[in-house]
């Protein structure tokens, strides 16, 4: 009788451990704590800490647990000394609570969990944002492979700004001709510089329509750009040309008096003689050997400039965001399902009721509880 | 809850006898080294504990969970949230280190002291004896009052953990020390 009595209370004991009384409890526990754990060699002295309050917690739902189920602690000990409690099955699903005596296992839970956390934060922001932002990858393989992505994005950027230049030139020509009240504000040189200006714009503009297509690389490319533009800005001769990569449709409508205001200084710094296409395309080209270096192939942490601090910043607060938001979302999803099972507590929580009712000896419902038991018993051990 | 503890000890199932040590000392005695000497690992990369290590050693047929706690003066009020269920303690000396003897002292008999060690058996390592200007085991011992300790078994022991020396020899101490006590219960 005695085995039979312990089987019982293992059974219970297991069934705890997989309802929401258990689960919810100890997995907040876990993601709530989890983010000082990293897997270095050495343990923080708030590990110590931490594992002090799990096991107060766990001790807290487990006295709990036998109070409702009402068996006392020598048959709770019964139990789980009986070789039932042994099985190989069994064992894994007392890993929390062993956990509590063991501080290895409680710290390899944690770090799993952080990391798991982790990789969930990551998904996250992949599925928003279609890849990754370039400061969370580090991958040397997913850098060269981006690296060529972004090679041939160049290389059609470069041809296509080539033809269209040419192609703008005509109709500038053209447009003068039409209209030359428009231009005849401004004097000749500006005008041409500010087709010189509107040449280099189109380069960025193409840049970020070709990258339109390409939806993945795409949306890194111009989340770089955007991050880096900053630091481009900085450089003289290149200046003020990734914001007009933005708005080009807005300097192709008003080509003459952007241009005017931009031809100020930098555009004479950037091609002394302003009509040659070539040169031109050159600086187009520098523009976008520069885009291209600062976008991230030059990036590896080892030199790390102030911008490239920042972003590693960012990333890390980006990373604590998302992880606070998942927090957020986990914990509310768990207080709609205990709303839920608070409002009917009485039928879809078997295990604590039956096993109440065993321990006030209601002898029929003991043997329907038996033949379940046994049936589990057979399933757990054939698995 | 008492009876928690006993609970999950029969829940883990295993008939391996397992040991806790705790492993105190003040910063740079070596303690970090003579835990990665014991665990055979490398001991040349050691930097100052912030916080704790822990290795399992087998050893006699035991498993010897070592905790090997930093031991700079901030982090030594920590020490006593560590004592709890301990075994064994293992102190160690840097016996070059003669200006902090008295200091090392002092957070020795503090530790003797503590409610948690109550007759616990403690091992004192000698450390740095490779260097040249480190004191023999028996003038520490003389210096640390050993010969006054009534209460426990203890034992201080020479050695080198860089190179390994005396290590052994201190282990056996324990095993013999731990088995013995665990017959006489």
């Known amino acids: 009788m005695a085995e039979d009595d312990s089987e019982w209370v293992v059974e219970s004991i297991v069934g705890y451990l997989g309802s929401p009384e258990w689960l919810i409890p100890v997995t907040d526990f876990l993601e709530n704590k989890c983010t000082v754990f990293d897997d270095e060699d050495e343990n923080k002295l708030s590990y110590t800490e931490i594992h002090h309050q799990y096991k107060k917690l766990v001790e807290k739902l487990l006295e709990n647990y036998m109070q409702e189920v009402g068996i006392n602690e020598q048959q709770f000990l019964d139990a789980c000394s009986s070789p039932f409690a042994k099985s190989k099955t069994l064992q894994t699903v007392f890993q929390p609570i062993l ?74 020509l053209l447009l ?63 200046s003020s040309k990734p914001d007009c990569g933005s708005k080009s449709l807005e300097s192709r409508v008003l080509p003459a008096v952007r241009g005017s205001v931009k031809s100020a200084e930098p555009t004479v710094i950037l091609s002394p003689d302003t009509k040659e296409q070539s040169s031109s395309q050159t600086a187009a080209e520098a523009w976008l050997e520069e885009a291209h270096r600062e976008a991230g192939f030059s990036k590896p942490y080892t030199e790390l400039s102030a911008s490239q601090q920042e972003q590693l910043q960012q990333r ?49 419902k003991l043997q329907k509880r038996k033949h379940l038991a046994d049936k589990l018993k057979e399933e757990v051990i054939k698995k | 809850m008492q009876g928690l503890l006993s609970v999950i000890e029969k829940l883990k199932g295993s008939t391996e006898q397992e040991v806790r040590i705790v492993l105190l000392g003040l910063d740079n005695a070596g303690k970090t080294t003579l835990l990665k000497s014991l665990a055979s690992e490398d001991v040349n990369t050691i930097t100052p504990t912030q916080g704790f290590n822990i290795k399992s050693v087998a050893s006699h047929g035991m498993k010897l969970n070592v905790w090997d706690i930093g031991g700079q003066r901030k982090i030594r009020p920590f020490w006593k949230k560590y004592l709890e269920n301990t075994d064994l303690l293992i102190y160690v000396i840097d016996s070059a280190d003669k200006k902090r003897f008295e200091e090392t002292g002092l957070e020795l008999s503090e530790l003797i002291d503590e409610e948690n060690l109550k007759g616990v058996p403690v091992l004192i390592f000698a450390n740095k004896q490779d260097l040249a200007t480190a004191s023999p085991a028996s003038e520490i011992a003389e210096g640390l009052n050993l010969h006054t300790y009534r209460d426990r078994e203890w034992q201080i022991q020479a050695c080198s953990a860089v190179s390994g020396e005396g290590v052994q020899d201190g282990m056996n101490w324990i095993c013999n020390n731990i088995v013995n006590k665990k017959k006489k219960k």
């Open chain 1, 99 to 172: 956990a509590t005596d063991d501080f290895q296992m409680f710290r390899s839970l944690m770090v799993q969990k952080n990391m798991e956390l982790q990789l969930q934060a990551l998904r996250v922001i992949k599925e928003r944002n279609g890849a990754l932002p370039e400061c969370l990858t580090d991958g040397v393989d997913v850098m060269t492979e981006l690296q060529q992505q972004e090679m041939k994005i160049l290389q059609e950027v470069l041809k296509k700004s080539k033809e269209e230049y040419d192609e703008e030139m005509s109709r500038r």
């Open chain 1, 176 to 238: 003068e001709e039409e209209h030359g009240s428009t231009s005849s504000s401004c004097s000749d040189k500006p005008v041409t510089k500010s087709d010189d200006a509107h040449n280099a714009t189109t380069a960025p503009s193409q840049q970020s329509n070709s990258t339109k297509v390409n939806s993945k690389p795409a949306k890194k490319e111009e989340s770089k750009k955007s991050a880096t533009g900053g630091g481009v800005e900085k450089k003289g001769a290149t």
């Open chain 1, 316 to 364: 890390a607060a980006y990373l604590r965001q998302q992880r606070d938001k998942l927090h957020a979302l986990k914990k509310e999803q768990q207080k709609t399902k205990q709303t839920i099972t608070a409002e009917a507590p009485t039928t879809p929580t078997p295990a604590p009721t039956t096993t109440l009712e065993i321990s006030a000896e209601e002898k029929k």
